[in-house]
């Protein structure tokens, strides 16, 4: 029976991966563009521009990489990838803190208005998005707790 297709709905996992994915390319291109157009308008500070071209190029390899992960047999290999790529974004973030926030008050004239307060912006969003995946793992992880403990009273 060619004609007899049926149509599977994705389920939640696939769609919250592929907006994961794709904003993680956005970002990552956006982050490349900017870094690269100011790469010499910020006296300042110049590791600035080059904060934004390196994470935006993580990003890029993280989008990438979730998609080899999940459509590939060696799960456990790009994993690892994934999470040395994670560690080494976090070390990158907090030494993009260290070039852009000693320099709120004086980067007016030295540096670029929107390399700086995109720089300043974006990091100020990463540390939110950071600290909204840690309660959430927090949380996660007590629930888990109470549910295992839960389990353990009732069945003795």
């Not at 990552?28 to 934004?52: K, M, T, W």
């Not at 700086?116 to 974006?122: K, S």
Request: a neutral charge.
């Amino acid at each position: 029976m060619a004609g007899n297709k049926t149509c599977h709905k994705p389920d939640l996992f696939t769609v919250s991966l592929i907006f994961a994915i794709a904003a993680l390319c956005i970002t990552g291109i956006a982050f490349v563009s900017i870094g690269a157009f100011y790469l010499h308008d910020c006296i300042l500070e110049r590791h600035i521009p080059i904060y934004l071209l390196v994470q935006g190029i993580v990003f890029l390899l993280t989008g990438l990489s979730l998609i080899i992960l999940f459509a590939n047999d060696k799960f456990i290999l790009f994993f690892f990838f994934l999470c040395m790529i994670s560690t080494f974004s976090f070390c990158w973030l907090i030494a993009g803190s260290v070039w852009v926030f000693p320099h709120y008050t004086a980067y007016t004239g030295q540096c670029n208005n929107v390399l700086y307060l995109f720089t300043f912006w974006v990091l100020i969003v990463q540390y939110i998005g950071l600290s909204i995946a840690f309660l959430s793992s927090v949380i996660y992880g007590c629930f888990i707790c109470i549910m295992l403990w839960a389990c353990m009273g009732v069945n003795g």
